[in-house]
């Protein structure tokens, strides 16, 4: 079933100009539901092969498993639990998770609902007397920002400092030596250093005063697995700072874009509030925050749909694909928030399904609930909105809507 | 309202833990405890957890009106 | 049914008859429904309440966390049933097909389901098994009893029988804790289910939460006090445990005796059906309007050479349900087989035990993945060369990954290495316990010398 047959494929895919609209690009994919590249790279685009290598022990996620080095936008800093593999994997993203969840914390995300319904409204209060409302500069980029900040213990103010670190980082995830120019990637690595510098003076100050917060739990932890080191908790802190900035924002503005696009389901969605429940997972799986996965290494020969892709191969796992393919979704191009089956990617599956996956969840469901309830008849102003840059966390830069001044 | 889980899907993501803490909760790392009767005043949070599995492994009941046997009706 | 009007005729005004109101049984009647079955149904269940889940009952509801009264099932949709509940099965009549009930009531039916699974397998000494104290576990009734003797501050329980629901009471007395002692004639815990090696991790998992695990023994006797209590046990190394309550897990009896005159092969081992859930006659020849499903079937599956297999698992009555469900209301060209892996799981001392495939269908185990000190590891089973299953301790979510070792008849043991692998990573014998251990008696003898003379009678059956 390998073929090179397509190879431009997946470039127009990563091309800005599909960005809009990836989908029928994702189909043509899918003919090759495993791909081999003309960098010997391969790229899996159905449901079932995506899911069997998530759950494949033979895939790794530590870039030292890679033949080919990549350019390594890593850095040289220590890897969070993301690019780690178990046991150390396991480990590290067990000992976050006694600060965040079950079984230690189980009630921290419940307990949030609400300030974050707080922090909402007090977004949608300040759009009054906006001619357009930016519903990502305006909302769905404060509201998961203030959410990590309190939780991480970022001081709200130094936002505006981390979020160009913040940007830089995210735009040099897809870097391809081929095309991109290599400052793209140095800006990334330098992003990188500096966000690293300045949450090491947050964690200076941290040790030996318990609070609240992710880094002076992390700091002053006594768990059944130890403390981590400084530089394990700079790297988790890292990985939740971006993931909280870069992915929910993406979650909560696709969703308000797509009852835009379908207003009676945006009626619905208002006389119907439990409908947003099932509502946020059909967004998950039809508008995904997180498109790909960009790499994984094959830690051995792997067999897959017939193909066997060798050891150190890099492997692209494209999971807003895998949610749109018909041969696992009914009508799979359609959004329905009454769809039974809803086995959807779009937090990954596996070890390393999305961490924050629940507050997520959480955030979104508020956030839509109280847009649709408050905003008057909202219209876009322009269909398709402007994008971001990455094919990887993908979603529009800003959106801008209307309300019925009446 | 009644709710079970097929156990046997479970592999322990604990997202109905975070999202309806008070009738999920893990037992260790990654088994799953539940309770098959919650209130209903819970049911919010039961259907927010159901939809959350990843595995689609939580069971609640779709029924307002069952068939209820005569002798259980009782119980 | 021969033809496409006689089938759509019995979908509409059928009568089909469930004998045994528990998971497969309910399962099966929404499934019947939901095939589109608008004729007469009728559940049959010997407890007197609607279907219940009872694997709950060796864990939240010992914890007393879940009242045993709230674990009734959820409904998937209205089954529209008459429920004849409260008395059981008594026989089975394929010449005039009739289910007789014990209160002399008869029950017509064009095809019938038995799903009437597995009781607990009682103490061998009846005078012993009636003290005060003295438990077994599978109904709600025996959970709420167990559960308000642990409630009462037992100064010891022991448990008879280290399987997963005597190892899940052992958990949760440990959980309470209350003082606990494990007999188990296998030399570990789960040993008859896992073999050795995993026995010697579940050993290990038991002493560190303080279990007073004795293996390699057998109580000989139960001794109870002048009002009858429980006092004592006495085991035969001449050892004895002061305990005021006991918990006899040795496993179950398949609820087969109510089929001894039907004519179907039915016995200790439960009810012989094909992959399409349709009984077989002692003989061995198939029926087509008699199907079973649940603990009480027993199915070939194709994966280990066609054996017959009974699973007490909770997904294996659910899929058998809706596959016999499914071919109830089928013609033959549209049947479904059985054929999913196996798949089970238990809670123990704070770690999850899931397996998939059949463990006792394997030669050789090896740790794959993870740290069996650390109790976070998956192990692999393997017959002559192929991965037949595999058991992981804290880490289901690779799971998914053997079951397609175990469909593909992937090589045993896997050749490659995965990052989180074991320093010594050498395949051990599966060491089960011999035949005495899980021996059943005989069950049958074969008669004639023509073919066409030839029949299987019964014997010893159901001791």
């Not at chain 3, 794959?368 to 998956?378: C, E, L, N």
């Amino acid at each position: 079933m390998t073929t090179t047959e397509k190879p431009d494929t997946l470039l127009r895919i990563l091309d800005y100009s599909s960005r809009a609209d990836p989908y029928p690009l994702y189909a043509e994919l899918r003919e090759t539901p495993v791909a081999r590249q003309a960098d010997g790279s391969y790229v899996v685009s159905t449901y079932r092969e995506i899911a069997e290598l998530l759950h494949n022990p033979h895939l790794s996620s530590d870039v030292r498993n890679l033949s080919r080095p990549m350019e390594a936008v890593q850095g040289r800093t220590t890897p969070s639990f993301i690019n780690l593999d178990p046991p150390e994997h396991d480990r590290l993203r067990r000992m976050a998770m006694r600060h965040f969840g079950p079984p230690h914390t189980p009630g921290l995300v419940t307990g949030m609902e609400d300030d974050l319904t707080a922090v909402v409204n007090g977004l949608i209060d300040g759009f009054a007397g906006k001619e357009q409302i930016d519903i990502v500069d305006d909302f769905a980029y404060p509201f998961p920002v203030t959410v990590i900040c309190h939780l991480l213990g970022v001081p709200r103010e130094d936002e505006p400092r981390f979020h160009l670190w913040v940007d830089a980082i995210v735009n040099s995830i897809d870097y391809n030596p081929e095309t991109d120019p290599k400052e793209k990637l140095e800006n990334g690595v330098q992003a990188r250093e500096d966000l690293r510098q300045y949450l090491a003076g947050l964690l200076e100050q941290r040790h030996g005063k318990p609070g609240e917060d992710l880094l002076s739990r992390l700091a002053n932890d006594d768990g059944p697995d130890g403390r981590m080191t400084d530089e394990e908790i700079l790297a988790t802190a890292n990985l939740l700072l971006i993931a909280g900035h870069e992915t929910t924002v993406n979650l909560i503005t696709n969703g308000m874009l797509t009852l835009l696009r379908q207003p009676q389901m945006l009626q619905r969605l208002r006389s119907e509030p439990g409908l947003v429940v099932p509502l946020v997972e059909e967004l998950l799986r039809y508008e995904p925050p997180v498109h790909i996965i960009p790499w994984r290494a094959a830690y051995t020969d792997i067999t897959v749909a017939d193909t066997v892709i060798p050891k150190g191969s890099k492997i692209m796992l494209m999971l807003a694909s895998g949610s749109r393919d018909p041969n696992r979704f009914h009508d799979p191009d359609v959004f329905d928030p009454d769809r039974r089956d809803n086995e959807h990617l779009g937090f990954g599956s596996g070890i390393h399904l999305c961490f924050g996956g629940p507050l997520a969840r959480l955030e979104t469901q508020i956030a839509l609930t109280a847009l649709v309830q408050r905003l008057e008849e909202p219209t876009l102003v322009t269909d398709p909105p402007p994008y971001r840059p990455s094919p990887v966390l993908r979603g529009p830069i800003h959106l801008h809507i209307e309300q019925n001044k009446n | 309202m009644r709710v079970v889980v097929d156990l046997s899907r479970c592999q322990g993501y604990a997202q109905c833990a975070f999202l309806a803490p008070e009738v999920f909760r893990m037992h260790g790392e990654e088994a799953l405890m539940y309770h098959p009767s919650p209130d209903d005043a819970r049911r919010e949070q039961v259907l927010r957890a159901a939809a959350a599995c990843p595995v689609q492994a939580i069971l609640v009941d779709q029924l307002e009106d069952r068939d209820v046997p005569a002798e259980a009706a009782q119980s | 049914m021969t033809s496409a009007d006689n089938l759509r005729a019995f979908k509409r005004d059928g009568r089909i008859v469930i004998v045994g109101a528990s998971l497969a049984g309910l399962r099966a009647a929404e499934a019947l429904r939901a095939e589109g079955f608008t004729g007469s149904l009728t559940m049959i269940g010997d407890e007197t309440c609607e279907p219940y889940d009872r694997p709950p009952l060796s864990k939240q509801v010992l914890t007393g966390w879940v009242p045993a009264g709230d674990t009734t099932l959820p409904r998937r949709r209205d089954v529209n049933a008459e429920w004849l509940l409260g008395v059981p099965a008594s026989g089975l009549d394929l010449a005039t097909n009739h289910v007789r009930l014990a209160d002399g009531r008869e029950v017509p039916f064009d095809r019938v389901l038995i799903s009437t699974g597995v009781r607990a397998r009682p103490w061998f000494v009846e005078s012993e098994a009636a003290l005060d104290g003295v438990f077994v576990l599978r109904t709600r009734e025996h959970a709420e009893g167990l559960q308000q003797a642990l409630a009462a501050g037992p100064s010891r329980v022991l448990v008879i029988g280290a399987g997963f629901t005597g190892s899940e009471i052992a958990s949760i007395c440990r959980e309470r804790d209350i003082a606990v002692t494990v007999a188990e004639l296998a030399p570990a815990p789960l040993v008859g289910a896992l073999g050795a090696m995993i026995g010697d991790v579940a050993a290990d998992l038991q002493r560190a939460h303080g279990v007073d695990l004795r293996c390699g023994v057998k109580v000989t006797r139960l001794e109870g006090d002048d009002q009858g209590r429980l006092r004592r046990a006495h085991f035969d190394d001449g050892s004895t445990v002061d305990a005021d309550v006991a918990v006899v897990a040795l496993g179950g009896i398949r609820n087969t005796e109510w089929l001894r005159e039907s004519g179907l092969a039915a016995g200790p081992w439960g009810i012989a059906c094909d992959t399409g859930c349709r009984a077989l006659t002692l003989d061995g020849l198939i029926t087509d309007d008699v199907f079973v499903a649940g603990d009480v079937a027993r199915c070939p599956n194709p994966i280990y050479e066609y054996r017959l297999i009974s699973l007490e698992h909770w997904a294996n009555a659910v899929e058998q349900a809706e596959v016999a469900a499914h071919n109830m209301v089928s013609g033959q060209a549209d049947r479904w087989p059985h054929l999913s892996i196996p798949a089970f799981w238990s809670i123990q001392f704070g770690v999850n035990i899931k397996s998939v495939g059949v463990p006792t269908f394997a030669d050789e185990v090896v740790v794959t993945q993870g740290s069996v000190a650390d109790r976070r590891f998956v192990a692999a089973y393997g017959y002559r060369g192929r991965v037949t299953a595999a058991v992981s301790f804290n880490n289901a979510k690779w799971l998914d990954h053997y079951r397609q070792l175990i469909e593909t008849a992937a090589p045993f043991p896997p050749p490659s290495p995965t990052p989180d692998q074991p320093v010594d990573m050498k395949p051990v014998p599966v060491d089960f316990p011999g035949p005495v251990l899980l021996a059943q008696g005989a069950t049958v003898v074969v008669t004639g010398h023509d073919p066409s003379e030839r029949r299987v009678t019964a014997a010893q059956q159901n001791r």
